[in-house]
């Protein structure tokens, strides 16, 4: 059997801190203990706030918390074409419609609505409606837009729920996903030619991953996934959605370590060790 895979996937659109370092961390003592693999990925679709300055950066610190990880780091702002093929199946499916909406035209119409998981406005579905015609002319006049998922008509296609197994703290549990709760979310952004959800799913398939191990923040969207990786017949891999630093955790260590980034505590004179063993890894 081959083993399992494990990947830490930040965004270095900043400095990693200490809940970065946490769950690089637990990746790595996972795969660890697992007898697995641990691959480095890195999350720069959004190249405007991504820069490569800041991924070098991020690799530094990376290798200074004395991880290690498989070469080469896949860098998702150079596979564009490999999620826009999954975005095209998706299209051809007939499951996705260009949004022409701006953020105000949104939080206006969707301001007394319902909420998504994250307490956004749901996207009161606007476009959704909008006559074929009208839809094609503004494409064709070059007008910018960004594509959603009818998140109804994807739902419908469903046989039976989503489950997925969620393996944090304990025991593994069944939990089922509820995509619906997120309305049309955006799967191809107005300003990037994807989007995370899409090019999350598509990657943890590609690179094999079977255990995605990820802040609890990102709990919620694992619904999107799940329905994505049905959509797309993908795998699904096992998830554990760890606590996050800033909660119990940052404020004890708040007085030590602080929520400055690991580049600060670093010039500060903080080792490695002294940033693992305070995170609770020796
Ligand atoms: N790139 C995402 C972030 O830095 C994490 C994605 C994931 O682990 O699925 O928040």
Known sequence: MSPPVFRFAPSPNGRLHLGHA????????????????????????????????????????????????????????????????AQQRLKEEGLLYPCFCSRQDISRAGSDGPRDPEGQPVYPGTCRHMAKEERDRRLACGEAAAWRIDMAKAVALLAAPLVFIEAGEGSDRSETAHPENWGDVVLIRKDIATSYHIAVVVDD????????????????????????????????????????????????LSKSLGSRSLADLRQEGVSPADVRRALGFS
């Open 22 to 85: 946490y769950s690089a961390l637990l990746n790595v003592a996972m795969a660890r203990a697992a007898g697995g693999r641990f691959l480095l990925r890195i999350e720069d679709i959004d190249t405007w706030r991504c820069t490569p300055a800041l991924t070098e950066a991020m690799l530094a610190d990376l290798a200074w918390l004395g991880l290690h990880w498989e070469e080469p780091v896949l860098r998702q702002s150079e596979h564009i074409s490999v999620y826009t093929q």
């Open 205 to 252: 398939a590609r690179q094999g991953i079977t255990h995605v191990v990820r802040g609890r923040d990102l709990f919620h969207a694992t619904s999107i996934h799940r329905l994505l990786q049905h959509l797309l017949a993908l795998p699904v891999p096992v998830y554990v959605h760890h606590k996050l630093i800033d909660d119990e955790q940052g404020r004890k």
